[in-house]
């Protein structure tokens, strides 16, 4: 089968390799979607301290069985799936409490395990241990199912910062984080959602799909300014930064309305992490910062519940579906910015 491996930085194949084998308690599929995202960039340009190369790469998978392990249940050939990335132990003291975004022990498809972008994978028994394989419901297509997983990871981050009924909503970003962002605040009542970015024709390429009530392109606008503005002089309820940006975080506190909340949804570079913060802005006008760290098996289960009823759209979201063969031009186009979603279809 044909199968796109991790080698080193900058070295990434397209290249043959043997169909895996599941063992006793793991499942087969044939692998139908994988979306990419900026993820696999990184991966591709600067590897990844949990990726012992080779590694199959692809984390936002959806497919169909077609072998199961001796011991498995519950599961036969022809049921179509959608599997979580990230995947908790289950048994830690964050997992016991329910918290297993932040699994010490966590560990990834596409990282630990061999990932998406092949014909074929092994579902290892990890997934099945923390129920973190789910049926794909009728009428989602896998193109669509795979990307649960980045929604997944978008509604822990607006469960964390409690977006809900008639709050503004400001989303800086415009990739395909920022547009789940802007599906799913209008999804949980928000009011108005304002979405930012300082690339115009990327911003314009987002804006047209899911249509924010106004789009600031920080290259052309001051955006604490507009945001002010447009709401009145409050702020706004909840600032969400889906970018990989210290300015935009520090940005977000000079906008957010009193007792409103702060998603630091995208991590920063490792070798530049620190911001500054006014602290008594946050203290006196009641702000709160939340982090946000991937997804849970039951966000997994609830996004695609969300694509299922047609509250959160993602069908139009996938702007190219490639061949595996082409996953290397995928790549090109997400780094470029030149797509929402990209999905492949090996
Ligand atoms: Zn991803
Ligand atoms: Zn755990």
Redo the contacts with the bound molecule.
């Keep these: 089968m044909k199968v796109l491996t991790f080698h080193a930085p900058g070295d990434v194949r397209i290249e043959d390799a043997p169909e895996p084998a599941p063992g006793p308690a793991d499942v087969k599929i044939r692998v139908r979607a994988c ?6 960039v990184k991966i591709y340009n600067h590897g990844h301290h949990h990726i012992v190369p080779p590694r199959v790469m692809g ?2 998978i959806a497919g169909e069985v077609v072998e199961v392990g001796a011991d498995v249940t519950g599961w036969a050939p022809g049921d179509r799936v959608q599997v979580i ?1 990230a995947i908790p132990c289950g048994r830690c003291g964050e997992c016991r409490r329910g918290r297993m975004t932040v699994c010490p022990n966590q560990v990834s498809m596409g990282y630990h395990f061999d990932g998406g972008f092949a014909e074929y994978m092994v579902v290892p028994h990890n997934v099945l241990d923390v129920d973190g394989l789910n049926r794909i419901p009728d009428g989602v297509s896998y193109a669509e199912a795979s990307v649960a ?2 929604l997944a ?1 978008v509604l822990n981050g607006q469960n964390l910062a409690r977006v809900g009924a008639g709050d503004d909503v400001v989303v800086v970003g415009s990739g395909p984080i920022g547009c789940l962002h802007v599906r799913l605040a209008r999804a949980r009542g928000a009011a108005r959602v304002f979405l930012v970015d300082l690339n115009r024709e990327r911003l314009d390429l987002a804006a047209d799909l899911v249509r924010p009530d106004a789009a600031i392109c920080g290259a052309e606008t001051d955006v604490v300014d507009a945001v002010m503005k447009l709401t009145e002089g409050r702020g706004a309820d909840v600032v969400i930064t889906a970018a990989a940006s210290g300015a935009a975080q520090e940005q977000a506190l000079q906008m957010t309305a009193r007792q409103g909340r702060i998603s630091f949804f995208g991590g920063l570079p490792k070798d530049k992490p620190v911001v500054s913060v006014d602290s008594n802005v946050v203290h006196y006008r009641e702000l709160t910062i939340v982090g946000a760290n991937g997804s849970s098996p039951a966000h997994n289960k609830e996004a695609l519940q969300l694509i299922a009823s047609g509250a959160v759209p993602v069908a139009d979201l996938i702007t190219h579906r490639l061949p595996l063969a082409d996953a290397l031009d995928a790549f090109g186009i997400v780094a470029r910015g030149e797509a929402i979603k990209v999905t492949i279809e090996p």
Excluded at 35 to 40: L, M, P, Q, R, W
Aim: proline content about 8%; charged content about 25%; overall charge negative.
């Design positions: 979306s990419t995202c900026g993820t696999d984390h936002e990335a997983e980045p990871c």
